[in-house]
């Protein structure tokens, strides 16, 4: 899971700058924002979703992007041409497909929902192209237009879309846009076009997952071969779990609290119970480690509930906005001390 969580920030990031090769001019009165799920293909044992539109107009999100330098200077980029990134953006769905063979057969793609009409895509493209490091060609599979791009250049560090591999993004609906690893194109783009897409019944774990959070995630690895690592994830060893899932969510009126959810399934009810052991104890000793303020630790610790099912594992954390102010307030004070 350490490669697949690696992945995540440099797709994402990539997915941003081609936003800005499309930044000029562009509407954005684009449809309803669209379910990805139904474009995943099939096959996908991760998945990992951000509903950007709603995230963007929280505090957190909003002042997170405001302290990342990449992250600011596209949106400042973006608003000068009066657009904004929930336009561009409203949905961003990660998916990883792992391969029995290992990594190097494994590959991963993205989907967004937005609001960016392609005509003016493909005109503009062509335009940052001749100013940027990166190159573009036109391919045509099936009925779809497919923009391969690829960086080329010397003069910047501009990532490829696709962690330095040439992408294929191509328009699958009018709002809905695929990018993936040039050779994966053809076989992805068949499986969503045939219906064979990534559901509940390939990702049992799905059905118990919030997608309507701000951050969900879901990974099914039963099938998986794993490799020894012969490192431990957390309290327990990786080859311990067979899925999972997680959601955070902002609550209340101001959005300033967080309800987190996160579900493991291990391979046996011995393991579960195991893990519930662990998982149970790490909680209660939440106060320990907060020495000099144990009320925070306390609070915390009471915040949590552990609920344990067979092989499952579920952790539910609700934190209110006052909690989590004062825990910025005791990091930042840990952080000047250092």
Do not use: W
């Not at 009066?82 to 998916?95: A, M, N, Q, T, Y």
């Not at 509930?305 to 102010?325: A, F």
């Amino acid at each position: 899971m350490r490669y697949v969580s690696s992945m995540v920030k440099p797709v994402f990031i990539a997915a941003m700058v081609v936003a800005v090769m499309a930044s000029f001019s562009l509407k954005t009165e684009g449809g309803e924002s669209e379910d990805l799920l139904s474009y995943v293909p099939a096959g996908a044992n991760v998945l990992i979703g951000v509903e950007m539109e709603r995230a963007l107009d929280t505090p957190a999100v909003s002042n997170a992007i405001a302290d990342e330098e990449g992250m600011s200077d596209f949106r400042k980029r973006l608003e000068r041409h009066g657009i904004e990134l929930k336009h561009f953006c409203r949905r961003l769905l990660v998916f990883f497909v792992y391969h029995p063979d290992g990594l190097e057969n494994s590959h991963y793609g993205l989907l967004f929902d937005t609001a960016v009409d392609e005509s003016d895509f493909r005109s503009l493209l062509d335009a940052e192209s001749k100013e940027a490091d990166i190159s573009y060609e036109m391919s045509r599979v099936g009925d779809r237009d497919v923009y391969l791009v690829s960086n080329d250049g010397e003069k910047n560090d501009t990532p490829s879309p696709i962690g330095g591999k040439t992408a294929a993004l191509s328009y699958l609906t009018p709002n809905v846009v695929l990018v993936i690893e040039a050779d994966q194109f053809e076989r992805a783009a068949g499986e969503i076009d045939a219906g064979r897409t990534a559901s509940v019944s390939t990702l049992p774990m799905l059905a118990d997952t919030n997608r309507n959070a701000l951050l969900y995630g879901v990974f099914d690895l039963s099938g998986a071969e794993l490799p020894a690592s012969g490192q431990e994830a957390g309290p327990f060893d990786a080859s311990d779990i067979s899925g999972g899932l997680f959601s955070i969510d902002t609550t209340g009126a101001d959005k300033r609290g967080l309800d987190l959810q996160i579900a493991v399934e291990s391979v046996s009810e011995e393991n579960a119970q195991k893990m519930n052991a662990q998982v149970s104890g790490f909680a209660g000793m939440l106060p320990l480690f907060f020495e000099n303020n144990p009320q925070i630790g306390m609070r915390l610790s009471e915040a949590i509930e552990i609920i344990h099912d067979k092989k499952r594992i579920n952790l539910n954390m609700s934190l209110d906005g006052e909690l989590i102010e004062e825990l910025q307030k005791l990091y930042q004070k840990d952080g000047e001390t250092k």
